[in-house]
């Protein structure tokens, strides 16, 4: 994203804020949305000193209800994979600054497994897994529907494992609102 100093940077599910702080660092205006009480009580507890906002809420709730302007809108394994791209794509494009930003990572889909997926994450042995969706496309597709809903310059590439065990890559996409 390469943020300016003094950017104005979103993060959507940003979790325990790693990648904020990178974001302050750089000199940008950082501010981050998680649904979970536990995740933004860690990204407080470690990263106070760095002056990022935080706000625990639904990313597109956030994005509805505000106003402010964003150069970059970011999401890392976060609320852009978790979301219905018809919902969540309108709501950003209404907070990016024409020509900002919007980049997501998320891992690419298991073929033949395309759009909304569900899943489950385990939580304790007394509790119900959490049942997620997920919204998993090809890189293409993610292209064609961000350009439908009024994205420029839209890219999508599945960046490979680094060397080690993990064999599974990373889809990177990006694209101006
Ligand atoms: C796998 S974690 C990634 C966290 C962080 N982006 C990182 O790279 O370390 C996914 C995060 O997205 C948050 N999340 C999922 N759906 C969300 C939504 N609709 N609104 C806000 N946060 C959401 C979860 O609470 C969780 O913290």
């Known amino acids: 994203m390469a943020p300016k100093t003094g950017a104005s940077v979103l993060d959507l599910?940003?979790?325990?804020?790693?990648?904020?702080?990178?974001?302050?660092?750089?000199?940008?205006?950082?501010?981050?949305?998680d649904i979970s009480l536990a995740q933004i009580k860690a990204?407080?507890?470690?990263?106070?000193?760095?002056?990022?906002v935080l706000h625990r809420t639904d990313a597109t709730r956030y994005l509805k209800e505000?106003?402010?302007?964003?150069d970059a809108v970011f999401s890392v394994f976060g609320a852009a994979w978790f979301t219905d791209p018809a919902v969540l794509l309108p709501a950003i494009r209404r907070r990016l600054r024409p020509g900002g930003v919007f980049a997501?990572?998320?891992?690419?889909?298991?073929?033949?497994?395309?759009?909304?997926?569900?899943?489950?994450?385990?939580r304790s042995e007394d509790e119900d897994p959490l049942v997620v969706k997920r919204w998993d496309y090809e890189p293409d597709r993610w292209v064609e529907t961000l350009t439908e809903h009024?994205?420029?310059?839209?890219?999508?590439?599945?960046?490979?494992?680094?060397?080690?065990?993990?064999?599974?890559?990373t889809l990177v996409v990006r694209a101006h609102g």
Request: glycine letters at 20%; aromatic letters at 8%; proline letters at 5%.
């Open 150 to 169: 009024g994205f420029t310059a839209a890219g999508a590439r599945l960046v490979p494992a680094p060397s080690g065990r993990r064999k599974i890559g």
């Open 104 to 122: 997501f990572s998320h891992r690419p889909p298991i073929e033949g497994c395309y759009g909304c997926q569900a899943s489950y994450i385990n």
């Open 66 to 70: 505000g106003g402010e302007q964003f």
């Open 13 to 33: 599910g940003c979790g325990k804020g790693g990648n904020l702080a990178h974001i302050t660092a750089l000199g940008a205006r950082a501010v981050g949305v």
């Open 43 to 52: 990204a407080e507890a470690r990263w106070s000193d760095t002056g990022m």
